[in-house]
């Protein structure tokens, strides 16, 4: 069984920066694929970024390209996305995911996710 409980979600103002965490226990966390998704209030979830098992590469959605870092620290089974320059529609519940397959490379589709956290709520002021 994998447990995943994101952290680091609160409430910013326009250009501000949050950390956002996703601790990992259970099987094989630090040979998955890891992304981040999102949900913003009357949408639907959507892809956010994306870090391959071992580091080596990562992918992001064009809207948070330059602004969002996503990094692993296997050693502590936890994964990050660093958030700068925060904009009102970056509003979301922030949620982890963890892709079915081992040694896998980037991921994107919802489907290819078997584990999910509870998600962690970011909101953006203008």
């Known amino acids: 069984q994998v447990r995943l409980v994101e952290s680091g979600g609160g409430l910013v103002q326009a250009g501000g920066s949050l950390r956002l965490s996703c601790e990992a226990s259970g099987r094989a966390v630090s040979i998955s694929t890891m992304s981040w998704f999102r949900q913003a209030p009357g949408k639907e979830r959507e892809f956010v970024a994306c870090i391959k098992w071992d580091g080596s590469s990562t992918y992001y959605t064009d809207s948070v390209k330059g602004r969002f870092t996503i990094s692993r620290d296997n050693a502590k089974n936890t994964v990050y996305l660093q958030m700068n320059s925060l904009k009102p529609e970056d509003t979301a519940v922030y949620y982890c995911?963890?892709?079915?397959?081992?040694?896998?490379?980037?991921?994107?589709?919802?489907?290819?996710?078997?584990?999910w956290g509870q998600g962690t709520q970011v909101t953006v002021s203008s």
């Open positions: 995911a963890r892709a079915r397959s081992y040694y896998g490379g980037i991921k994107i589709q919802e489907h290819e996710y078997d584990y």
